[in-house]
């Protein structure tokens, strides 16, 4: 009994992580709640004991949460429940680990408490429950301060809120691959977080070195810079320069000065040294806050320095480098999606076992729809129930909720705002409840009809019901306009079902809602406990309303997640820290926060974009079945010709006629058409074969194996004979095998264990291949149609019958192809006939002659472009060229394009020095630009309208928008040019046409194709973004008829802070101005300021009063702009729980809406990119070939041979430890940049420069090694090695002038300057010694390459909206956010400013400053007299600019981001080749190019694939004939050529792949009929090696009769010398012979003239043998060896069955003109060779078969 006992209990033991749902297996990683074999204290795993303790769990977070002073100073009695349920909670959880202890064993036991990770975690929190009551306790004795840090020991407690979620981890997949999967993902999240540490450390530096303290301000002259206040300062306060050649200088009376002041006097945030640097450089890359650090540096330093710096840490820091996360966690998804896609089951709705859907119509459209069989049908009679299914009822209640959408919102207060205890029972009152009245009658109705069981069926009923239910509370006169009024807005949600468009994108999204669900329950749970970590921590921080009370905590964490404003909360708590004097605390604070930011802003944020990303994918198989579905879509291309050039076949044909004179004839000539003529008037004749004129019965077309949905039943009679039986039964295991090899998995699954990837994959392919047969017209496959004595062949008969069982849906891709060439042709056939026929048809203007000269050399003009060459023309290999990009460059258009691109780009310069008062009119100067754009556009236009034609031609230059834009940009210029008006009114014509003017700059978009590309592309994925942004509108919509109805003027308030009623808000107050965020004192003078009236009015930048201005509030709520404003008023004038309002609409809208934005526009793109449809393997695939193709062979010379102190010095640079101590020298150097150098302090300077020379001294030593270790051309060749040598020899010049000469200051300076760069670019090194590093700065280089005509197009849309803003808004007077720094004055200023927006850094301030109007401005006469702004043209520019700009152009960014990261990142689990192998080839490659070339003769191939190690080895003596596979296919490829690196690793890619997961359908065909014309030339080649040693045994054994044969054999011979034989395209039969029939067949001997068939071993392909059997590429002297075995191997090979489908051709020599081979049509798909030798004896069959014999019977 003991025996048995323990096994079992083991083995519950070891599977207790193992449980079952829905019949999969689910990785368990909750808590073990299963050991337990005492009875006494089994309540331990008692379900409700489970329940009572995750409750205790909740009860213990809210408790924790009420635990601050504040609180308890509110409630003193709060104190006394909170201690209460404490320590019950406490005691309970106690009484768990105390049964949980004596049940496992404390240390010893099968699973003692203490080693297991959950019970560790359980133990801690009951750990941390007794510290909080005995702290408790001593609060409450007054032992210890309330207000203490001993409050921080609370923090852990809110963790024990994983105890409610925990036991849900339950994954339905193996552990191992759940921990690979996440293991996988934290090393990339490591790595990618390294490398935006890199930046900011690299930005860090430079900020420190170029700005370093900024504390100089304009102040009142004698102002004691250590005594500093308000009244001291300028108004408001500048940073200035001291220097005359830069920055600000302070006005007269003011003198710039540097300020001494405290930290917290003077913010945080400075260059001052690194540590202060490194938080400002990352408070930056969060786009918060980091255009006044530029001001402050513009002012203070070098204005071009500072924009640069800001703007390139912005683009790289913020744009590139933190996407990476995104593109991270989407990679992870991907995985995660296909290794769960039992995980969060079907994205359609799950049918119950007892329903089925049938089609029912729902308004205008028809749905699939649940129906329960067994459902009550309702009380209703017939009637009723057709009234309720009809589309009447429906239709009529959408009305209706549309209605009541529009009465909604027509509520608006005007006026002085509502009065508190004003009359809310108006008429829009009545008018909601009637509408309620008629929606609760729609709900009985429904529940009467269809019963209330199968009402509640359905979950869009419930949702109805709820609405009902909600809405009548809400028409109570007590509970209307409150928070009731949500049910009111949630109708509108079932206007969705009046676009089915809308609600299937809205169910592709949101159907899944697991994930998403999930998601947002993971978002708020870790919102909770960070909210109340954080209150435990800094809740001891008296009269601070950031952290006070757990409302607090939770907004301001809410408030770092959305971004805005979470500087201010960082600087808040460090604030208060620095000031009790703890400089570590103040550290650790900052730290925390950052890190909170940075898991919150990139993780989770990302992990939205990711689960939205997500939803939008496709299933593995689905992409497989659209790809094929795609490629049969695009056969069947537009073959219509575009409606302007239908036009003519409107009208009858008139075909151009020409009359034959002067030729004798009897009979008269009709007219002939001179297109006719001219064809068979020149010498030249082409036929051309019609495709369609080939029938089925002349035609045979082989095809493989179709991916059928769904399999289609074989029509016609059945004999059941046993031919078709077999035939049948031949098809359909054919079909099966090859649907499986096809229709594959989505994760390449290659075998575990010693094999390299190489023999892995053989093994897979060969494994494949007996499955699914021979390739058709193959040696194995081969066979006729009759036999030599008249008998029919059954396998063409056979084959036959499969091509007559095909049905048509098989897939072919020369069908396919066909198809498609059809349709060009056609198309092309359409447009030749109109030329025909229509003599005006292609006629420029219809007065150019279509042939004529003068329209030919306008073509001429028109078309002359740069050819470029990237290929060798007659081998076509690629040319390595230094300057192909420059020629690929002037390629890129024609000479006229490229000429009017220069002219444009010229107009558009002198364009941007057009400002308000220094106008074109009145400007000779700008006017030139003008006129030379007018002319130069106007020889444009005539050219290509005399070259292609205007509109009615097929290349007319209006045949798109593109060429509507160029007519519409011509035209506006040309009347502008011609009118200049001098007198401009607002709004008038004249300005219109100068908006219109600023189109210009979009025009380079129209001439350059790629940016042209980019374009259509966007335009191609609109669809969805409308689908997107409508979304968006319903919500603010949603949320706006909220607002007015619950916050519709009740805003309004006294400007006066102290006036709290509106009947005291009269005359006038004293309102003080800002004059700096500096906390200094104000000091005894009064604080500036003006009297100002008293007003009752609403904020300043939004109101709820309307409709309109609610969706404008709501717009800038959603860009995360000005919400916090928006909150803060509403707490303060209407209530703190209408803030949740605000915080439900921002989560919405953010982490859903705009993560939407994110989604579609990455989905477009890789629409549009053809990686849409594209499965994992497949996507892996082409990154694996990008990677190839940028791989480059090494160029350090190998290790050389022996022990010689070169060796030596070569080991030591290769070795780990040198270069660690190489990285590390580099970091020591770079942190002596920690300070600034300034020749200011010339004694910590001096310091800091000895070090670094000391460092560049080392760095010699270095150089100096390598070049012995790799000799000085060794050393040479490297890029990076030139680079360290340049770094180095600046190094020591920087010595010598450091040290040597003596400087003046401003020289001293400006060395410092040099040494500072040399220090800098010596850190960029490091990304180039680091792995991870390498690949991620090569993703954002390659994606800053990628996205070149992105940036571009962004930068022109930026220069075409500040054209329209210095217009528009250049003129306008200066408010709180538009001044000095930000204005439309100047286009420069402009484009600064619209960067600004690009980052959100208060835009939607700047647009109210721009919307100013009378009284606060002056309207003039002509707008640049007034300085009054327009609100209408401001909502709608910066609205469409932040839209365009941010949500759409900006990710584009995120998708080519994700793009390179998956070509660059690869993992070492992979199952295709990573970086580890690409580096292991790279020095095998390296020893054999000696010559460092990059190419080697195709000779040395075998040799260089015998030295590779690691997952590309091949065992020569186990896989052979892969070796041999592998260096045929070289050969073949090349010629005998040399081969290049690259060829190499491509071909060991392919052979390393499973190709039939990986390769898409064309190049998957093209590389499996390479591999199979390799696999049977090699085995020709075994064969005739072979031959030729058997040959040679029988001819030294032979007996002096058998002398007679000697000639023959010499003729075997010399069809196997090289130069007596050639490989011929033969046909092969294109009919599919079952491998049954090829094994009964009899052996065929067909005799021709100079044919014998032969046939040989059938070695083709079948499984590699083992080594002892595996024949040879060549006679070498193992062959000789083997001898034995080669009789053995010919005694097996001897049976009859063993020789199919060898055509030997033995016909006359070379020399003698042979007869010609009848080929039928038939015959044109594969090939195979044939031997052609001399001298056929006719008698070669049977003498064959006479030695086969005699070696038979001498084997045995």
Known sequence: MQTTFVPALSKMLVNRKTSFKDSHPLSDFGPDENLNDNADIDWVNKSWVRGLLRFCAFVSLVSVSLNTPEMFTISIHLMYITFIFDLIVTFLFSAEMIAKMHIRGIVKGEAPYIKDRWCQ????????????????????????????????????????????????????????RINTIFKRSRNQIFNVTTFFLFFMSLYGILGVQFFGELKNHCVKNGTDPSNVTKADLMIPDYYCSTNSDYGYHCTKGMVCMQLELSNVQRGFDGFDEFITSFFTVYEAASQEGWVFLMYRAIDSLYAELAFVYFITLIFILAWLVKNIFIAVIIESFAEIRVQFQQMWGSRGSATDSDSSQVIQCEGNTWKMVLIDENKAKGWAPPFFQKILCSNFFHTFFLLLIFANAITGAALSFKGQGQAPGSNKLDGFYYAELAFTVLFDLEAVFKIWCLGFQGYKKRPFHKFELLLAVGNTLHVVPPLYRGHCTYFQVLRIVRLMKASPMLEDFCFKIFGPGKKLGHLILFTMCLLIIASSISLQLFCNIRNFDKFGRFDQAIMSMFQILTQEGWIEVMNGVIEETETGGDQFFTYLCAIYFILYHQFVTVIVISSFVAVILDNLELDEDIK?????????????????????????????????????????????????????????????????????????????????????????????????????????????????????????????????????????????????????????????????????????????????????TRTPDDY?????????????IKRSQQEDDLRENHPLFDTPLFSVGRESRFRKICQMIVNAQYKYTLGDPITGKELNSKYKRIYKLLGLVTYLDWVMIMVTILSCISMAFETPKRRIMNTPELQIAEYAFVICMSIEMGLKVLANGFFFTPKGIVKDFGGMLNIFIYAVSVIFLFWMPEDVKRDSPGQ????????????????????RKVVYEFIRGFKEIILVSVLLVVLMFMFAIYGVHVLGGKLHKCNDPYITTKEDCKGRFFQKVFVTKMKIPNGTESDAGFFVPRTWSNPYNFNFDNIGSAMLALFEVLSLEGWLEVRDVIIERVGLDHAIYVHVFVFMGYMIGLTLFVGVVIANYSENKGTALLTVDQRRWLDLKGRIKLAQPLHIPPRPDGTSFRAKMYDITQHKKFKAATVFLILVNCGLLAVPWKSSDAHRTFILGSISAVCTLLFLCEVVIKMIALTLKG????????????????????????????????????????????????????????????????????????????????????????????????????????????????????IALLFRIVTGEDWNKIMHDCMVAPPFCTIEGNFWESDCGNASASIVYFFSFYIIITYIVLNLLVAIIMENFSLFYSNEEDALLNYNDIRNFQNTWNIVDVNRKGVIPVRRVKFLLRLLKGRLEVDLEKERLVFKHMCYEMERLHAGMDVSFHDVISMLSYRSVDICKSLQLEELLARQELEYTIEEEVAKQTIRNWLDSCLKRIRAKAPP????????????????????????????????????????????????????????????????????????????????KERPTLKKRSGRLSSGSNYKGLTVNLSQTS??????????????????????????????????????????????
């Open 121 to 176: 975690f359980d133990g801690f929190m009951v750990l941390c429950l007794w510290m909080s009551l005995i702290l408790q306790v001593f609060e409450m004795t007054n032992i210890v301060e309330m207000y203490s840090y001993w409050s921080i020991m609370r923090f852990p407690r809110p963790l024990i809120l994983i105890r409610l979620f925990r036991e849900k981890l339950k994954f339905q997949l193996p552990k191992q």
């Open 624 to 804: 497989k079945l659209k790809q094929l579905k795609a490629r049969e879509q695009v056969t069947e291309s537009q073959q219509k010709l575009p409606m302007r050039l239908r036009v003519f076949t409107k009208f009858p044909n008139h075909p151009q006629m020409v009359y034959l004179y002067k030729i004798p004839s009897d009979f008269s000539l009709s007219p002939v058409r001179d297109s006719f003529l001219r064809h068979f008037s020149t010498p030249e004749m082409n036929l051309t074969v019609d495709i369609q004129e080939i029938t089925e019965e002349n035609t045979m077309v082989v095809k493989f194996s179709p991916v059928k949905l769904v399999r289609q039943d074989v029509g016609g009679s059945k004999s059941g004979g046993a031919m078709e039986k077999r035939s049948g039964i031949t098809l359909i295991v054919r079909d099966s095998a090859q649907q499986k090899m096809q229709v594959c998995g989505s994760t390449q699954l290659v075998p575990t264990g010693p094999k390299s990837l190489l023999s892995q994959q053989y093994q897979l392919r060969m494994g494949r291949r007996s499955m699914r047969g021979s390739r058709p017209g193959s040696l194995k496959t081969r066979s006729t149609g009759a036999k030599e004595n008249g008998d029919i062949n059954l396998g063409t008969i056979t084959s036959s019958i499969v091509n007559r």
């Open 812 to 824: 072919d891709i020369k069908v396919w192809q066909q198809r498609k060439q059809q349709a060009e």
């Open 992 to 1011: 219109v046409f100068m908006l219109l003017r600023c189109l210009r700059p979009l025009r380079i978009f129209v001439l350059i194709p790629h940016m």
């Open 1275 to 1390: 050393y040479w060749t490297s890029r990076r090695n030139r680079f360290d040598m340049l770094l180095t020899f600046l190094g020591v010049i920087w010595i010598i002038l450091h040290f040597i000469f003596n400087l003046t200051r401003q020289e001293g300076d400006a060395n410092n300057v040099f040494g500072v760069i040399i220090i800098v670019l010596r850190f960029c090194t490091i990304c180039g010694k680091h792995a991870a590093l390498k690949m991620l700065t090569q993703t954002v280089v390659m994606s800053v390459l990628k996205s070149f005509f992105i940036i571009t197009g962004m930068f022109l849309l930026i220069l075409f909206y500040a054209y329209l803003g210095v217009i528009l808004f250049g003129t306008v007077k200066h408010g709180n956010n538009l001044g000095r720094q930000a204005n439309f004055e100047t286009t420069p200023m402009a």
């Open 1601 to 1680: 009769q058998q002398k007679e044969h000697t000639n023959l054999i010499s003729n075997l011979r010399a069809t196997n010398e090289q130069h007596l034989f050639t490989l011929t395209e033969q046909p092969s039969s294109a009919a599919e012979s079952s491998e049954d029939n090829r094994n009964e067949s009899p052996v065929v001997r067909t005799r021709k003239k100079g044919m014998v068939e032969l046939q040989p071993p059938n070695i083709l392909v079948q499984p590699p043998p083992p080594p002892t059997q595996s024949p040879t590429m060549r006679t070498s002297p193992r062959v000789e």
């Open 1711 to 1756: 020399e003698i003109k042979s007869e010609t081979l009848t080929v039928s049509p038939l015959q044109k798909t594969f090939t195979e060779s044939i031997l052609i030798g001399e001298n056929v004896s006719t008698n070669i069959q049977s003498w064959w078969g006479d030695q086969f014999s005699q070696q038979h019977e001498h084997e045995n």
